[in-house]
T-cell receptor, first 113, second 116 residues
Framework: ETGVTQTPRHLVMGMTNKKSLKCEQH?????MYWYKQSAKKPLELMFV???????ENNSVPSRFSPECPNSSHLFLHLHTLQPEDSALYLC????????????FGPGTRLTVL | AQSVAQPEDQVNVAEGNPLTVKCTYS??????LFWYVQYPNRGLQFLLK??????LVKGSYGFEAEFNKSQTSFHLKKPSALVSDSALYFC??????????????FGTGTKLQVIP
């Protein structure tokens, strides 16, 4: 495994629900990322945290709210989602936000009804 | 704006034959280039990267990639394909214009099908 874990692996939620995705990295990295992967689309970067500070917010709707309480944990809080938000949400980490490779978790498959 | 193009949605190759997955890029400054692989129901897995130095980069599972600055390409290659190489492959690029955070841009992915 890559050293990055994500829970839950699958999530089905209604449009009025609130849920959270969790990511944890065991690699001692300083940067963490959220990506959205939809079929037939490029991987979409959502948020980047470096040393617990957000350094990128890629025009993501406010119904997605990230939280990085420490360098090992990253959350994505979900609220009032739309069916088009259904996708695979991937978490990744890297040594820093520079030119190092990223290590990805297995993803959370989200379905919004 | 930086970009990555993977011109082939799918590449089919017979087991034992050489394979090539194409990638071209556009970026300011010198590029950092990456290849990742994604198996079904898994996250992306790092294969190899080019930052500087030798244009031929060797990575995991017998894969290699050649950086060609004049053609702005970074094609992924393997001399002899295995059925287990069947997966989705992503090329990614990051610029190196200035210090601090710079976004990594991923391509749309190429599905590699190795036929027994």
């Amino acid at each position: 495994e890559t050293g990055v874990t994500q829970t839950p692996r699958h999530l089905v939620m209604g449009m009025t629900n609130k849920k959270s995705l969790k990511c944890e990295q065991h690699l001692g990295h300083n940067a963490m990322y959220w990506y959205k992967q939809s079929a037939k689309k490029p991987l979409e970067l959502m948020f980047v945290y470096s040393l617990e500070e957000r350094v990128e917010n890629n025009s993501v709707p406010s119904r997605f709210s990230p939280e990085c309480p420490n360098s090992s944990h990253l959350f994505l809080h979900l609220h009032t989602l739309q069916p088009e938000d259904s996708a695979l949400y991937l978490c990744a980490s890297s040594q820093d936000e520079g030119g190092n490779e990223q290590f990805f978790g297995p993803g959370t498959r989200l379905t919004v009804l | 704006a930086q970009s990555v193009a993977q011109p082939e949605d799918q590449v089919n190759v017979a087991e034992g034959n050489p394979l090539t997955v194409k990638c071209t890029y556009s970026v300011s400054g010198n590029p950092y280039l990456f290849w990742y692989v994604q198996y079904p129901n898994r996250g992306l897995q790092f294969l190899l990267k080019y930052i500087t130095g030798d244009n031929l980069v060797k990575g995991s599972y017998g894969f290699e990639a050649e950086f060609n600055k004049s053609q702005t390409s970074f094609h992924l290659k393997k001399p002899s394909a295995l059925v287990s190489d069947s997966a989705l492959y992503f090329c990614a690029v990051r610029g190196s214009d200035s210090g601090g955070y710079q976004k990594v841009t991923f391509g749309t992915g190429t599905k590699l099908q190795v036929i027994p």
